[in-house]
C-alpha cells in the first residue's frame, strides 16, 4: 500500500508514523489513536468527509429519527458556514453556580507542569497565557453534563456526522490577559490561528462562562474555511497568513454575555483570543464521528453516580460515564 502513495505524501506518512509495525501496536494498545495519528496525512475536507461516513456507516444511529427544525437548521449553518451565531445566554443562575465553582477550584496550566496547581485569581506567572482544569473537575461541576447533552445540539450532531455523536474532548479553562494580569502580551497556544486535526468530521461546542467583548478573549473563526484546503496545516498560523490566504471579509469575532453559546466545526481555521483586559472562562467539548486521546481512557464516572444527571445516551457518553 505504501508503495502506491505520492512521494510526498509517504514522506508525511514517515514523519508521523515512523513504521507501520509501530503505528498498528499503538493502535492495538490504545484504540483511541487509530483514527487520530493519520488525520495530519488527511488534509483535504472531501477526503475527511467520504472516511467519515465510511466510520458513520458502522456507528450507532438513533432509531426513527425525526430532528427538530432548529437542529436541521443548525446542521445546515455548520455545513455552510462553519459556526453559527451566538444563542441566548442559558439561564443566569447555571451560569452563576458554574462560575462560582470554577473560580474555586484549582487549575494547572499543563504545557507549565513546572508552574503546578493555582487558584483562578492568581496565576503564577505572566510566562502562562492559560489555566486548565482537569476532567475530573469538569465532571463534577454542577450542570455540565446536562449542557453538554443538549438535546438539540445532540440531533444537530447526529445530521452533521450521520451516526449518534461521541461526547470527547471536555474542557474547562481560563484565559487571563491584559494589564489585569501582569500585562500579558503574547497570544500562546490555541490563541493563535490553527486547525483542531482531531476528528475527521465533528464541531465544538462552546459556553462563555464569563462576559466576553472584543476586549474579553473572544473567539474568532474565518467562515467556510473548514471547506477549504488553503492553510491544511496543524501549525500555528500568524494573523498575517490567514488574512492573506481567506481575506477579512469571512472572519467572524464571537462576543456575548455570560451564557452565551455556540457552535463551531474547528477543523475551520479559527482561535480564542488574547484577552486585552480582564479574564475569560470557557466550557468546551466535541462531537466527534471517532473518538480521539483527548478523552480519558476508562470511564471516570459511573452511570449511577448521583453526579449524573438520568437518562443521558450511554453511546454519547461512552468516553465519561461507564455503564
Known amino acids: 500500500m505504501i508503495a502506491n502513495l505520492t512521494d510526498?505524501?509517504?514522506?508525511?506518512?514517515?514523519?508521523?508514523?515512523?513504521?507501520?509495525?509501530?503505528?498498528?501496536?499503538?493502535?492495538?494498545?490504545?484504540?483511541r489513536y487509530a483514527i487520530y495519528d493519520l488525520l495530519p496525512l488527511v488534509t483535504d475536507p472531501e477526503l475527511r468527509d467520504g472516511l467519515a461516513r465510511v466510520v458513520a456507516a458502522q456507528s450507532p444511529r438513533t432509531p426513527r429519527f425525526h430532528p427538530s427544525l432548529e437542529a436541521r437548521d443548525w446542521c445546515r449553518t455548520l455545513e455552510t458556514d462553519g459556526i453559527t451565531a451566538a444563542f441566548a445566554p442559558v439561564d443566569p443562575a447555571i451560569v452563576a453556580d458554574l462560575r462560582g465553582y470554577f473560580e474555586n477550584t484549582p487549575c494547572h496550566d499543563p504545557f507549565r507542569p513546572?508552574?503546578?496547581?493555582?487558584?483562578?485569581?492568581?496565576?503564577?506567572?505572566?510566562?502562562?497565557?492559560?489555566?486548565?482544569?482537569?476532567?475530573?473537575?469538569i465532571l463534577r461541576a454542577p450542570h455540565a453534563l446536562s449542557l453538554l447533552n443538549h438535546p438539540t445540539v445532540l440531533e444537530a450532531a447526529e445530521l452533521y456526522l450521520g451516526c449518534k455523536p461521541v461526547l470527547d474532548n471536555v474542557g474547562c479553562w481560563w484565559s487571563w490577559g491584559g494589564d489585569s494580569f501582569g500585562g500579558r502580551q503574547g497570544a500562546k497556544g490555541t490563541q493563535r490561528f490553527h486547525r483542531d486535526l482531531d476528528s475527521l468530521r465533528g464541531f465544538k461546542i462552546f459556553f462563555y462562562l464569563t462576559d466576553v467583548d472584543e476586549d474579553g478573549g473572544p473567539h474568532v473563526f474565518v467562515k467556510g474555511?473548514?471547506?477549504?484546503?488553503?492553510?491544511?496545516?496543524?501549525?500555528?498560523?500568524?494573523?498575517?497568513?490567514?488574512?492573506?490566504?481567506?481575506?477579512?471579509a469571512d472572519t467572524v469575532t464571537v462576543t456575548g454575555p455570560a451564557g452565551s453559546w455556540f457552535l463551531g466545526d474547528t477543523y475551520g481555521v479559527h482561535k480564542g483570543a488574547?484577552?486585552?483586559?480582564?479574564?475569560?472562562?470557557?466550557?468546551?467539548?466535541?462531537?466527534?464521528?471517532?473518538?480521539?486521546?483527548?478523552?480519558?481512557?476508562?470511564?471516570?464516572?459511573?452511570?449511577?453516580?448521583?453526579?449524573?444527571?438520568?437518562?443521558?445516551d450511554p453511546v454519547v457518553n461512552r468516553i465519561y460515564l461507564s455503564p
Open 225 to 248: 474555511s473548514h471547506r477549504s484546503r488553503r492553510l491544511s496545516t496543524g501549525r500555528a498560523l500568524p494573523d498575517a497568513e490567514v488574512a492573506a490566504a481567506f481575506g477579512t
Open 274 to 312: 488574547l484577552p486585552r483586559r480582564g479574564r475569560r472562562l470557557l466550557l468546551s467539548a466535541q462531537y466527534n464521528v471517532n473518538r480521539t486521546p483527548h478523552g480519558p481512557r476508562t470511564p471516570p464516572l459511573n452511570r449511577q453516580s448521583p453526579l449524573v444527571p438520568p437518562g443521558l
Open 114 to 137: 513546572h508552574l503546578g496547581w493555582f487558584r483562578p485569581a492568581d496565576p503564577p506567572s505572566p510566562e502562562s497565557n492559560m489555566g486548565y482544569h482537569s476532567i475530573d473537575q
Open 8 to 31: 510526498g505524501f509517504r514522506a508525511k506518512l514517515r514523519t508521523r508514523i515512523p513504521s507501520l509495525s509501530a503505528y498498528l501496536r499503538k493502535a492495538r494498545a490504545d484504540g
